[in-house]
């Protein structure tokens, strides 16, 4: 059975960092493209960033680009977002998503996690 | 960047009556290579993360009940439930997953007439 499981949320100032993590397992992560999905409050879905199979390959939302940093850890099948100089637009859900098809960028997301909440606020 | 627009923001619909979502990209999601449209639909209840339902525009998948359905092509599609159940209520989600960023409408709120 597919499993992600998000931490690492919390209330954080403006200008702090937090680090996410998302724990994968049921399937072969080192096999797929890895992604952040984010949600404000009461909002629609928004792309943040994806990371390809051996972690050669990192893409980012225009909004956070130079701010967060996708990694992944394939020997413990963990999934990585350090986000750094936080502001309240960042303030959401983020779940951690698993495209449908293994090698495959351009994909729709047969699995999320539950997510995790960050909230940016003085 | 490609932007998906979704109609209406909102419905109610009695239950066991039809259910019509449109979604609308900016630039067509049609690969000619492939012949397939890179249009996904989710269902997202309170709470809870989105649930992939179609893919390639189409395409169900497992376990989703045959009410929903996708239709369209190049940049105009639907998501049709044909049935509404009241376990459907729901915000409803396209996706374009032909380029990147990948994009997301905004959403549609299913309720209960």
Do not use: H
Not at chain 1, 89 to 118: H, M, N
């Amino acid at each position: 059975e597919v499993q992600l499981l998000e931490s690492g949320g919390g209330l954080v100032q403006p200008g702090g960092s937090l680090r996410l993590s998302c724990a994968a397992s049921g399937f072969t992560f080192s096999s797929y493209v890895m992604s952040w999905v984010r949600q404000a409050p009461g909002k629609g879905l928004e792309w943040v960033s994806t990371i390809s199979e051996n972690g050669d390959n990192t893409y980012y939302t225009d909004s956070v680009k130079g701010r967060f940093t996708i990694s992944r850890d394939n020997w413990s099948s963990t999934l990585s977002l350090q986000m750094n100089s936080l502001r309240g637009e960042d303030t959401a859900i983020y779940y951690c998503a698993k495209p449908e098809r293994q090698w495959e960028q351009l994909c729709s997301f047969d699995f999320w996690g539950q997510g995790t909440l960050v909230t940016v606020s003085s | 960047d490609i932007v998906m627009t979704q109609s209406p923001d909102s419905l109610a619909v009695s239950l066991g009556e039809r259910a019509t979502i449109n979604c609308k990209s900016s630039r067509s999601v049609l690969y000619s290579s492939d012949s397939k449209n890179y249009l996904a639909w989710y269902q997202q209840k309170s709470g809870q993360p989105p649930k992939l339902l179609i893919s390639w525009a189409s395409t169900r998948e497992s376990g989703v009940p045959d009410r929903f359905s996708g239709s369209g092509s190049g940049t105009d599609f639907t998501l049709t439930i044909s049935s509404l159940q009241a376990e459907d209520v729901a915000v409803y989600f396209c996706q374009q997953y032909y380029t990147t960023p990948l994009t997301f409408g905004q959403g549609t709120k299913v309720e209960v007439k």
